[in-house]
């Protein structure tokens, strides 16, 4: 177990931590890891007496502790979009003029002529950012309608017959509320159930100030920061969302 997990599973260790790895290729490497878990180094074929699913599972949770290679990439990939949303340098620069421009990172997707590397981040974004919220500062970083920062949602979906009928979906939140009237406009007069959502989203926003500094991404718990920042994946379920949410609601 200790040279599965120290050696077999960290050869493909600084790869994953730039390129999201493609399916085909990490089923391969667990073809290899499985092999040498049940045969060693013997060339008769043994039976696989449990999923490798299974095996990769956290010790509390049934499993052997081995680490998800899947998700480690996950992880690696999602610390680079943290540092693009919390740091400043020279490779954030470099991201920022070639692929963000005068959008959000929330508002950009990934394009055929894209390098590698960066469809891998596009790929793990979404994921990423239902672990956090923005605090918003001066609101060219957040999204207005997508991104969560007023509450624990975004507004989308508390209010999702109002975001079904706004025009500019992608608008920060400096767009929006830099002005008054705030700088939003509905393919339709608003009434009934959606005016009285309107209503209460304008009040909510009452008390927010945009400040002259830019803005930054949370996540929600000291445990998930431990998850991204040290990629100690072995504490996590198979399937990362779930257990994220657990923790999150402790």
């Known amino acids: 177990m ?103 990172l929330g508002g950009c997707t990934k394009k055929p002529t894209d390098s590698h590397f960066w469809k891998g981040l596009m790929n793990v974004k979404d994921s990423f950012m239902n672990f956090g919220s923005f605090k918003v500062k001066d609101g060219s970083q957040t999204r207005f309608w997508m991104d969560t920062w007023l509450g624990n949602q975004p507004l989308k979906d508390r209010f999702p017959l109002l975001f079904n009928i706004v025009r500019r979906k992608q608008d920060s939140v400096a767009t929006v509320i830099a002005s008054v009237p705030l700088n939003i406009s509905f393919h339709r007069n608003l009434v009934g159930t959606n005016l009285r959502d309107w209503h209460r989203i304008v009040a909510s926003l009452q008390d927010v100030n ?11 718990t000291t445990f998930i920061r431990q998850i991204f ?22």
Request: charged share 25%; net charge positive; glycine share 8%.
């Open 229 to 250: 920042c040290k990629i100690y994946v072995c504490c996590v379920n198979q399937q990362w969302g779930q257990s994220v949410t657990r923790f999150m609601a402790d």
């Open 2 to 104: 200790v040279l599965l997990n120290s050696v077999l599973s960290s050869l493909p260790m600084f790869m994953m931590s730039f390129f999201e790895l493609p399916k085909g290729v990490l089923e391969k490497i667990d073809c290899f890891r499985s092999r040498f878990y049940w045969q060693n180094d013997q060339h008769k074929r043994k039976y696989r007496l449990a999923k490798w699913e299974i095996l990769c599972q956290p010790k509390g949770q049934g499993g052997l502790g081995i680490h998800n290679l899947d998700l480690q990439n996950k992880c690696l990939l999602s610390k680079w979009l943290f540092k693009l949303l919390n740091e400043d340098g020279m490779w954030q620069e470099l991201l920022r003029n070639k692929y963000i421009k005068d959008k959000t």
């Open 210 to 220: 945009l400040q002259g500094e830019k803005g930054c991404f949370c996540l929600g």
